[in-house]
């Protein structure tokens, strides 16, 4: 692995697909069904991004600029390298750039560290030398960024910190000379190019670069503790997934709070991976909110992407450096011959990931999707725009029919064998309707929503009105629900409500096209209120006006509100739908259901107030259920709690609701033992049993005084249920055996 190659990055969302074959279809074909009522966010949306290194600026030396590709490829983050040689007083790259020093012996001082005194607060800023990081910055940044802007798309920048062993003096050792490194580099860039970086990558590669999981903490807690601007960290960015796990794990055990400044769980994926680390790395990284990354993997592809996103929910993914000089052996994004005319050429393995990188961008929102056939799968997206993305990795040749999509003009292009970026022409379909392509061969289509095609221009304006409230109504509540229709010849894009002109929250994007707003805002009288509709090609149409009287509240009486199903200690594994019954003596304006106090789903605002929901995201164990009703003039009234067991195996209690109780304090997997620790009153066993995915039990044994140990070093790797017992007292959770 060369770190100063050029990477690329792309973020995804994440979310899952069930396949189920679908006969009678020849040749192979699949019907593929959006459900947009599900989705998965990710902290940071989708952002593509480069490792921005030597190679890239020697390929500019040879084959001239990238920036037009890299647009075209999708890239709106770069990897900045910055070597922990930097602090030094001597300029070695420029010595090398300069023909004065060979390769070879750059290659021996890049990693260089000479202090530049004994005192961490003070920056002695001759004895850090930045030529190469602003070649970098002059060259590739600030003009790709400036490109970008000109799409208006702006980039993102990662500074990554590059360390090797060979060092007599280690950052590694010493956290708050670290920190001093990292305030130093990113004033530069401040000062400079008048920019922070976005994130930091706390090391590259800590595992061969000789860092163990304890200094990456105290150099994150030494730099949150040095300045806020950067607050995100990358880490740890270990060169295989396994070692990745292990090495979080031990950040968080030596610092409980790393979670909260670690924005994305790192990984490369150098060596075996694992189907079991996948989802291991997943789970670790849920139990903090960061994000799964995969950030490098040269001669990776599209295939294993589409593993790393299902198994391993990795919002990130990488393949090589960006460019080379070279024929095309997988490793790089683009080539150029050594010799002759330096052509620029995409790469295989580039072609393909195109398909994603292209037409999903920053801010998009993975959505749930199904397939009738495996040969198919597929991942879909709404941008931040509101235009659906649907990406399909195909195994064969095969016909694809795509329902849930919103009516409209759609661009459908593939990646085979034999074609690059192919375009299939143009298609529309009406609200409701079913979109038909048929992919050629194996490989990547992906299919997007798109403006009317040149020449079939939409000049149709939409047709909206106010429904709610209507012309001359007195409002005497506190909150005012506003509601209209909408409806295009093609498609609605939004609808933005106004009161006396001005504009009530942001545009609403989907049905209900509705708001609440604030009516003890408005002053007693009377208000004029106007609904606008656009459409996807940007027609407009304006609502006629309605007029209310806001008058004194009179409503003091609260609404009634009732969960009738599911039922106390009621038992869930599959998608079930929530019965709330509310009443009110005026009129109920939402309802909104509650999963351990978080909102599940959307208001409601017309009975029957019926809610589908899904446990599979949910943890196993027991859970409360509640409802708020809301009515018209701002009271409110929350439901009793309903209780429900939260179970993913049949057969398996996950969680227990007996007299008595044990507290899970917590459960692990070291050295092939697996240790849970509990708390319970008296001094009665506990016994326990372990269950794997298929629900069969796999181990028991029995603890006391807080403790049952299960000798579990024969398990396969992956994802376990646990339940423990005492008496009628019953507890459950998860353990993650990895080796």
């Known amino acids: 692995m060369n770190r100063s190659s050029l990477h690329l990055l792309i973020v995804l969302l994440l979310g899952s697909v069930s396949c189920v074959q679908s006969p009678g279809q ?16 990710t902290i940071n949306g989708w952002e593509a991004t480069a490792h921005a290194g030597e190679d890239t600026l020697r390929f500019f030396d040879y084959a001239g600029e990238l920036f037009q590709d890299a647009a075209v490829m999708g890239i709106n983050r770069l990897r900045v390298e910055a070597r922990s040689g930097i602090e030094n007083p001597v300029d070695y790259w420029s010595l090398y750039r300069s023909g004065a020093i060979s390769a070879a012996e750059w290659s021996r001082k890049r990693y260089e560290v000479v202090n530049d005194n004994n005192d961490p607060t003070m920056i002695d800023s001759s004895r850090f030398q930045f030529s ?8 590739l940044v600030m003009p790709l960024r400036d490109r970008l802007k000109s799409e208006g798309e702006e980039l993102s920048i990662n500074l990554a910190y590059t360390d090797s062993s060979a060092s007599p003096f280690r950052h590694a050792a010493n956290p708050e000379e670290y920190a001093e490194f990292m305030a130093a580099v990113t004033s530069h860039i401040q000062h400079r190019y008048g920019l922070l970086p976005d994130a930091i990558e706390v090391c590259l590669e800590p595992d061969l670069a000789g860092w163990s999981p304890a200094q990456l903490a105290d150099a994150i807690l030494a730099c949150s503790r040095r300045f806020a601007e950067p607050g995100d960290f990358i880490a740890p960015s270990t060169s295989n997934a396994a070692a990745a796990l292990n090495y979080i794990n031990g950040m968080i055990e030596t610092a409980g709070g790393i979670g909260d400044h670690i924005r994305e769980l790192s990984y490369h994926r150098y060596g075996t991976t694992l189907d079991g680390t996948l989802r291991a790395i997943a789970s670790r990284a849920e139990s903090f909110s960061a994000e799964p990354a995969m950030l490098e993997h040269a001669g990776g592809g599209y ?8 198994l391993a929910s990795s919002s990130a993914w990488q393949l090589g450096r960006l460019a ?6 997988g490793t790089a994004y683009f080539f150029a011959a050594p010799a002759g005319r330096p052509d620029v050429v995409m790469g295989k393995a580039a072609r393909y990931l195109r398909q994603y990188f292209r037409y999903v961008h920053r801010g998009a929102v993975r959505i749930d999707v199904e397939t009738t056939n ?9 941008n931040a725009d509101r235009r659906d993305v649907v990406v399909v990795k195909a195994d064969t040749t095969g016909t694809l029919q795509v329902a849930g999509l919103p009516g409209g003009n759609y661009g459908i ?17 009406p609200e409701g309707g079913t979109l038909e392509a048929m992919m050629p061969g194996k490989g990547v289509m992906t299919i997007r929503a798109i403006d009317p095609p040149i020449g079939q221009g939409d000049t149709i304006p ?9 012309d001359g109504e007195t409002i005497t509540g506190s909150i005012l629900r506003i509601q209209a229709t909408a409806t295009d010849n093609v498609a609605i894009s939004g609808v933005q409500f106004r009161i ?43 609502s006629d006006s309605v007029r209310i009287l806001i008058a004194p509240n009179s409503d003091t009486i609260p609404p009634l509100v009732e969960i009738t199903s599911p039922t106390y200690g009621g038992k869930v594994s599959k998608p079930i739908i929530i019965h709330v019954a509310a009443t009110d003596n005026v009129g109920i304006a939402s309802v909104q259901v509650r999963l351990d106090g978080a909102n599940l789903g959307d208001p409601m605002h017309a009975a029957p107030y019926d809610l589908t929901w899904d446990p599979g995201a949910t943890f196993p164990g027991l859970h409360d259920l509640t409802a708020v009703a809301l009515d018209a003039a701002g009271n409110r009234t929350l439901s009793r709690d309903v209780p429900v067991i939260v179970q993913h195996i049949a057969g398996v209690d996950d969680a227990g609701i007996a007299a008595g109780g044990i507290t899970i304090r917590d459960a692990r997997f070291a050295d092939g033992t697996i240790i849970i620790r509990f708390d319970r009153a008296g001094e009665e066993a506990v016994h326990a049993r372990l269950y794997d995915a298929t629900g069969r039990m796999v181990m028991e044994g029995s603890g006391a005084g807080g403790e049952v140990v299960l000798r579990g070093g024969g398990l396969p790797a992956g994802i376990y249920l646990y339940r423990v017992t005492a008496g009628s007292a019953t507890a459950s959770g998860r353990v993650i055996v990895r080796h």
């Open 132 to 139: 190469e990081i602003d070649n970098v910055f002059d060259r």
């Open 374 to 382: 495996p040969a198919f799968d597929p991942v879909a997206f709404i």
């Open 26 to 41: 020849t040749p192979a074909g699949a019907v593929i069904t959006l459900n947009p009522a599900r989705t998965f966010q």
């Open 324 to 329: 080379r000089v070279g024929t095309d052996d």
């Open 303 to 310: 295939e294993e992407l589409h593993k790393d996103l299902k």
């Open 413 to 429: 292009s593939y990646t085979t064998a034999g074609a690059a970026g192919a375009d299939a022409p143009d298609t529309t379909i």
């Open 462 to 470: 939409p047709v909206v009105a106010m429904t709610t409230p209507v």
């Open 500 to 542: 006396d002109g001005v504009d009530i929250g942001g545009e609403v994007m989907g049905q209900p096209y509705a708001v609440n707003a604030d009516a003890a805002s408005l002053t007693q009288g009377w208000h004029t209120l106007r609904a606008i509709a656009r459409d996807q090609a940007g027609n407009r149409s304006f």
